[in-house]
């Protein structure tokens, strides 16, 4: 089992590894888990994928997270592994503090994580719980270190910052016409990080997030 055999069993599925790290009895993974390997979309191509799906044309609630628990509970049964998802509680797995262990994947100046490929626009669809202690590949520096942090005023009502999420302030304006941009096309702080910029994020799939965030 290597960082390979995850990445094809992934692919086809528009998933890719995102992070993944050796845990310890502390990290509240299931019992005999030598590798946490953390899994996202990838893109391009990812949103529309998704939409040929059952999940996504059964008219049924919770398309992504029902479509993601199906098709990675598959990958894990293929790799002999156990699926975790970061929805589904409580109790919640702490996908945070996983991600933050990963090597890449960081805390940003406004809270919020940031991958070094995928920047603010990283999401976890489910992780995957491995009995195998795989060669991981190694840790990265945030990309934050050299980034003027257009995150840190992108936000209109200040929502963002290194103390935490204000989500009181963000769904009130969510709510304004003035909102309608962050509705439409995704979180503008999210947005302005350099690297979300270079990552083919499709703006209906930030819609779809938006919308079920602000239910």
């Known amino acids: 089992m290597d960082y ?8 086809p599925h528009h998933l890719t590894i995102v992070g ?16 946490l390997v953390l899994l996202a979309p990838s893109e391009p191509g990812f949103w529309p994928h998704f939409n040929t799906e059952p999940e996504a044309r059964d008219g049924e609630p919770d398309p992504m997270n029902r479509w993601s628990t199906r098709v990675i509970t598959g990958i894990a049964e293929t790799l002999d592994a156990a699926a975790l998802f970061p929805f589904g509680g409580p109790p919640w797995h702490p996908f945070i503090s996983w991600a933050l262990k990963s090597g890449s994947i960081h805390a940003s100046p406004v809270s919020l994580l940031v991958h070094n490929d995928q920047g603010l626009m990283i999401s976890f669809r489910g992780a995957l719980a491995l009995r195998e202690t795989i060669d991981l590949t190694p840790p990265r520096l945030t990309p934050c270190l050299m980034c003027h942090a257009p995150c840190e005023t992108a936000c209109p009502v200040d929502a963002l910052s290194e103390d935490g999420y204000d989500t009181a302030a963000c769904h009130a304006f969510l709510d304004t016409p003035e909102g309608a ?17 270079d990552f083919a994020r499709n703006t209906d799939q930030s819609a779809y997030h938006m919308r079920q965030f602000h239910k």
């Open 181 to 197: 941009d962050c509705m439409e096309n995704g979180c503008k702080a999210r947005r302005v990080c350099p690297i979300s910029q």
């Open 4 to 11: 390979d055999n995850i990445a094809r069993a992934a692919a």
């Open 20 to 35: 993944a790290f050796h845990p310890t009895s502390d990290d509240a993974v299931p019992h005999g888990t030598g590798t």
